[in-house]
Structure formats: structure tokens, C-alpha cells
């Protein structure tokens, strides 16, 4: 029961151009919305985030969208540099039966930069 | 100020064979979070602990699998009686409080090896 979807396992992206990161959810309960981002043999580090009563989100290049009728996020980075090439998470965030926040992260998706 | 550390880096081990993990979390963060993923997949939950209260385990694959955070500090993930489909990198994270969806910070991981 996948609860965080991120369908498209890579993405490549020309320097300087938007690379956009989609992630939908299923579950109506998760109330925040997180972007991370991960290296080779490094641990994933927080990019951004989002509450949902909020549709947007901007720090820098990055910017998140949130629909939430659609049950959908994105990412978007722009201009797109080489060293954004990374793995990154959408992950959901919901208040967990024992009163914190349990966070389901998604498959992840490959992004490429070609400079 | 010092990350989230986890020992050992390398863990090759044999089929049946027990293992511990370890994570030392951020100090003063109250939450603390166990993942794993397995090759080519995404982050998989397996269990968090928040404050004091009783952690949530909803994530653990099976009763082999347990951890302990003792003092309200250190983690430590067991997995007894290893199989092979317990091979991914372990990852802990720390967060602050109850009080919101804090960004997680991770760990470099674990990676386990079962022969």
C-alpha cells in the first residue's frame, strides 16, 4: 500500500532548464509535505516543505506546489544546475498514533543534470 | 554541531545470525526514526520513537525486528536471525519535538549484508 507515489524513477533535465519532481498521495490525513534530497553514500538532507494549508512554497530555486484536491505535489528547480543531480524523496507527514509525526517517504526519483 | 551518527557504516553478517544497529541521534532532539532501503527501492518506515511515549512500530517487517531508544538518547535497531531480504542501508534520522512535522536529519546509514 503505497501511500506516497513518486512514478517516474528518473528524470534528465538540461542545465538551465526547470526540472519538475511529481509526487501524489493517497492518504488525506497527512497534513505536511517534505522534499528531500539525496547523494550517493550520504544519509537524505531536507530541501523544502510545505503545509497543506498552503499551495505553495518558494526558497530560492526551489519551489514546491501543493494540490490538494488532486492529492498532488511538485518540485521545481530552476534554473537546473549539474549539482542538482541527486535522488530526491517526496515524503507526507501525518500525526501518528502514539502523537508524533510518522513520515512515509516515496520510491524517490533520479534526477540528472546535464551540463 | 555533531549530525546524527550510526555505527557500524559496514555490517556484513550470516544468514541466521543476529545484528545490532546503532544510532546516536542529535542532541535534544526528541524524535528518532528508523528506515531502510533496499536496492533501487525508496525509503520504507520501520519505526519511531517520540519522547516518551510508546514508539511506533507499525513499520517493522516482522517480530524478528525490534529497537530500543534508551535514556531517550541512543537507538539501537536488532534484527535477529538475519535473512537475506534484510540486506538495504538502515537509516536513522532525528527530529525535534511533537509540536510539528520537523524536518528529519539523517544519518549516513547502515549498510547490512546478509550472506
Known amino acids: 500500500d503505497q501511500q506516497v507515489k513518486q512514478n517516474s524513477p528518473s528524470l534528465s533535465v538540461q542545465e538551465g532548464r526547470i526540472s519538475i519532481l511529481n509526487c501524489d498521495y493517497t492518504n488525506s490525513m497527512f497534513d505536511y509535505f517534505l522534499w528531500y534530497k539525496k547523494y550517493p553514500a550520504e544519509g537524505p538532507t531536507f530541501l523544502i516543505s510545505i503545509s497543506s494549508i498552503k499551495d505553495k512554497n518558494e526558497d530560492g530555486r526551489f519551489t514546491v506546489f501543493l494540490n490538494k484536491s488532486a492529492k498532488h505535489l511538485s518540485l521545481h528547480i530552476v534554473p537546473s544546475q549539474p549539482g542538482d543531480s541527486a535522488v530526491y524523496f517526496c515524503a507526507a507527514s501525518a500525526r501518528g498514533s502514539t502523537g508524533g509525526f510518522k513520515t512515509i517517504f516515496g520510491a524517490g526519483t533520479r534526477l540528472f543534470v546535464k551540463a | 554541531g555533531a549530525g546524527v551518527s550510526q555505527s557500524p557504516s559496514n555490517k556484513v553478517t550470516e544468514k541466521g545470525k543476529d545484528v545490532e544497529l546503532r544510532c546516536d541521534p542529535i542532541?535534544?532532539?526528541?524524535?528518532l526514526y528508523w528506515y531502510r532501503q533496499s536496492l533501487g527501492q525508496g525509503l520504507e518506515f520501520l519505526i519511531y520513537?517520540?519522547?516518551?511515549?510508546?514508539?511506533?512500530k507499525s513499520g517493522l517487517p516482522s517480530d524478528r525486528f525490534s529497537a530500543e531508544r534508551t535514556g531517550g538518547s541512543v537507538s539501537t535497531l536488532t534484527i535477529q536471525r538475519t535473512q537475506q531480504e534484510d540486506s538495504a542501508v538502515y537509516l536513522c534520522a532525528s527530529s525535534f519535538g511533537s509540536g510539528g512535522p520537523y524536518e528529519q536529519y539523517f544519518g549516513p546509514g547502515t549498510r547490512l549484508t546478509v550472506t
Open positions: 542532541s535534544g532532539h526528541t524524535a
Open positions: 520513537f517520540q519522547g516518551n511515549s510508546a514508539p511506533d
